[in-house]
């Protein structure tokens, strides 16, 4: 049988290692939680350690022009021109979800922004998460998510006050559609804490959770590594 003081050698050992692991796990879920304003998925990094990575290319969207077809994908935009294939290096990494070619321009929606390519100029016209781009009357419509339809001119500048998005947005904000429940949805909102808090509070709750974690991780290393007073013999 074993002693107390086994059982406790078992508890201590396998928490130490599990410090650096529950550190890291800490301040990650912290940094997620204030991606809304941290924005790190348009941050670039150049770390000295690391090699080139290199994704497998899954496609989202495609348009096809005179000589050339253009490729949208979670990892960026590709130009494919018979067999040569190019990529446009402003774009890489970003996650490309819609395309529309007008002429010779093309406009790219993606969760980086809304670009637009001319020859070889890249601009970006939104700085924005954009699902959709379209063309009514020489005006392009962006579905730009919880941010509502944006309208833009045909020199990519936002038109302020525009009824087209007004009315659509309107009539949007007094529909609602029930949503069905699954056993993954409700594991998900558990997990983030959206069932327990809400949405709104949800990155809160999980900022909350990875300090509660990091508090912890860092007194283990003090309990763990701290120098245990000697006892006096008398």
Not at 48 to 55: A, L
Not at 139 to 163: F, R, Y
Not at 186 to 199: Q, R, S
Request: one cysteine or more; hydrophobic letters at 45%.
């Amino acid at each position: 049988m074993l002693s107390f003081k086994q059982i406790r050698a078992w508890h201590k050992w396998p928490g130490i290692l599990f410090l650096f692991p529950a550190f890291l796990i800490s301040i990650t879920a912290i940094l997620l939680a204030l991606d809304g304003f941290l924005h790190m998925d348009r941050v670039k990094i150049n770390l000295p350690f690391t090699t080139d990575t290199y994704s497998e290319i899954e496609i989202k969207s495609m348009v096809a022009g005179a000589d050339r077809q253009y490729i949208g994908a979670k990892s960026g935009l590709y130009i494919v021109e018979g067999i040569r294939v190019s990529s446009i290096p402003e774009l890489a990494g970003s996650d490309v979800r819609s395309l529309l070619l007008v002429n010779d321009t093309l406009y790219i929606s993606s969760k980086q922004g809304l670009w637009r390519l001319t020859g070889s100029t890249v601009v970006r016209l939104i700085d924005k998460d954009v699902f959709h781009v379209s063309m009514s009357n020489n005006q392009l419509l962006v579905s730009a998510g919880k941010k509502g339809i944006i309208q833009l001119d045909h020199h990519g500048k936002e038109v302020k006050n525009n009824p087209l998005a007004g009315d659509i947005t309107s009539k949007l904000d007094g529909s609602k559609q029930k949503q069905p429940q699954t056993l993954h949805k409700l594991v998900i909102d558990l997990h983030t804490g959206e069932a327990i808090v809400g949405k709104t509070l949800m990155p809160f709750w999980i900022a909350f959770s990875g300090i509660q974690m990091l508090l912890l991780t860092l007194t283990g290393c003090w309990f763990a590594f701290r120098k245990k007073p000697g006892i006096r013999k008398l």
